[in-house]
């Protein structure tokens, strides 16, 4: 089985910075991916990255990217040029290659945009 | 652009009550799931579902909870016989394909509250 955890309950940046989500997973499959899921508030939850495990370089998009360090188990997420609109509830998700569309997720962590 | 919609937001039943949890998919979607979150826990996947069959199913999903796609449309949970453990916010998605590392599109959930 696979366990997904997120060890930042709540994270706050100031708009225009930095910010990183951190995201640690055990599993024992070879082949697998890993997602970050946003939900703002009230919102329904919607993609924000994907990495595929046997990819070494780190998936980009836009002002998303992460950091993906397979020995350590290790996904974060970092977001670049944080915009007000960036508030929302962000979760951490393994889905193994032989378990199709089922979504392990980490508890989430609250980040918080001020302008 | 499409999304999964999810009816009603908020559904309060008494314990013992059979309650239907609505969705309806994007329309050339083939896979769709519920997930339910318990206040302040993970977002936990219960059940795949594929040509009107179950997929997948986690040892969440036990006899009380069946789901159906009666009309080619719409997808549904039914949690018979309520417990006020069930409340919870549930969480339906769909998926385009089953392939490794698809991505599911989550409706805005339905939040189940058993009183």
């Not at chain 1, 993609?47 to 188990?73: D, G, H, P, W």
């Not at chain 2, 016989?81 to 089953?98: H, W």
Request: proline content about 4%; glycine content about 6%.
């Amino acid at each position: 089985a696979q366990t997904v955890t997120q060890s930042q309950p709540e994270m706050s940046v100031q708009e225009a910075e930095t910010v990183t989500l951190s995201c640690t997973y055990d599993t024992s499959e070879n082949n697998y991916y890993l997602f970050w899921y946003k939900q703002p508030p009230s919102r329904q939850m919607i993609l924000v990255i994907r990495q595929e495990a046997y990819k070494q370089q780190n998936a980009t998009e836009n002002r998303f990217s992460v950091n993906f360090q397979k020995a350590a188990k290790s996904f974060s997420l970092k977001i670049s040029d944080s915009q007000l609109g960036d508030t929302a509830m962000y979760f951490c998700a393994f889905m193994a290659s032989t378990s199709y569309g089922k979504l392990t997720f980490g508890q989430g962590t609250i980040l918080t945009v001020h302008p | 652009e499409p999304e999964v919609t999810q009816t009603p937001s908020h559904q309060v039943t008494q314990m013992g009550q059979e309650v239907i949890l609505r969705c309806v998919p994007i329309s050339n979607h083939l896979y769709f799931y519920w997930y339910r979150q318990i206040l302040g826990q993970k977002v936990e996947f219960l059940v795949s579902f594929y040509n009107n069959e179950i997929s997948e199913k986690s040892e969440i999903f036990d006899d009380q909870f069946s789901v159906e796609r009666p009309d080619g449309s719409n997808f549904t949970l039914k949690i018979r016989s309520t417990k006020l453990e069930d409340s919870a916010m549930y969480f339906c998605a769909s998926g385009r394909d089953r392939g490794p590392g698809t991505e599911a599109f989550f409706g805005q959930g339905t939040r189940l509250t058993v009183v």
